[in-house]
């Protein structure tokens, strides 16, 4: 009866320390992902805070399932090595081809490298996992704005344009963007009440996009000029 009693709470032991390791990780998951998803979230990008953390928080829990339900040693690893090719059919859903350009690789890249911190927690690589956070942070952060500062990243300008002659106006935005070599991505024309209006979309950088706006007022042809959106690329 003591042998039975004894085995009873060698069992209870383990269970225990395999519990407790296990939660400790999916909550160290969690948090990770979670962190890296509230900057994506105060940035308003499409995977914010909850995707972050759902995809840092699944990667980890296949990571400890498939060490868990593993028939042998050489199925360890079968279930979390299918997380990579999950996470990138994700991450292509996230990819927008829209008028002319591409959007969203910044948000791809940063769920595959969340998948990966939380196959870290899940491997038990606490300090690997919190040390990729802190990169991943400063990549976001940090770079964003210095790209951001030396204008080292395009974005899509949309303007509109109205006047009472369509030709005339097409005619003097191809001719202003000759002149800065830019070109339009998309074009869209409406008339109302005698009057046309011409939205279009051009890819540049913020100072070029300034001076091409400086230009388009300048021009006697058109009765009004606006800047009616702006798309970043990532």
């Given at each position: 009866m003591n042998s039975l009693h004894s085995v009873m709470d060698l069992l209870r032991s383990e269970m225990a320390v395999v519990l407790s390791s296990t939660l400790a990780r999916l909550v160290i998951a969690a948090i990770l992902g979670g962190i890296i998803g509230l900057?994506?979230?105060?940035?308003?990008?499409?995977?914010?805070?909850?995707?972050?953390?759902?995809?840092?928080?699944?990667?980890?829990?296949?990571?400890?399932?498939s060490k868990e339900l593993a028939g042998g040693p050489g199925d360890s690893a079968r279930i979390a090595a299918q997380i990579i090719p999950g996470i990138g059919f994700i991450g292509a859903g996230s990819i927008l081809h829209s008028r002319g350009s591409v959007t969203g690789l910044t948000t791809a890249a940063t769920l595959f490298v969340v998948a990966s911190v939380g196959m870290a927690v899940g491997g038990g690589l606490y300090i690997t996992a919190v040390f990729a956070t802190f990169l991943i942070l400063i990549a976001l952060a940090v770079l964003g704005r210095m790209e951001r500062g030396f204008a080292l990243r395009t974005a899509l300008y949309?303007?509109?344009?109205?006047?009472?002659?369509?030709?005339?106006?097409?005619?003097?935005?191809?001719?202003?963007?000759?002149?800065?070599?830019?070109?339009?991505?998309?074009?869209?024309?409406?008339?109302?009440?005698?009057?046309?209006?011409l939205v279009f979309a051009v890819d540049c950088e913020r100072e070029e996009q300034s001076l091409f706006l400086i230009r388009l007022h300048e021009s006697n042809v058109f009765g009004s000029v606006k800047s009616i959106g702006t798309t970043e690329h990532e």
């Open positions: 900057e994506r979230q105060l940035r308003h990008k499409p995977a914010g805070l909850r995707t972050n953390m759902f995809i840092c928080f699944g990667a980890a829990m296949f990571t400890l399932l949309t303007y509109e344009v109205a006047g009472s002659n369509v030709e005339a106006m097409l005619r003097e935005v191809n001719r202003t963007l000759e002149e800065q070599k830019l070109t339009m991505q998309s074009v869209h024309l409406a008339s109302t009440d005698g009057e046309s209006r």
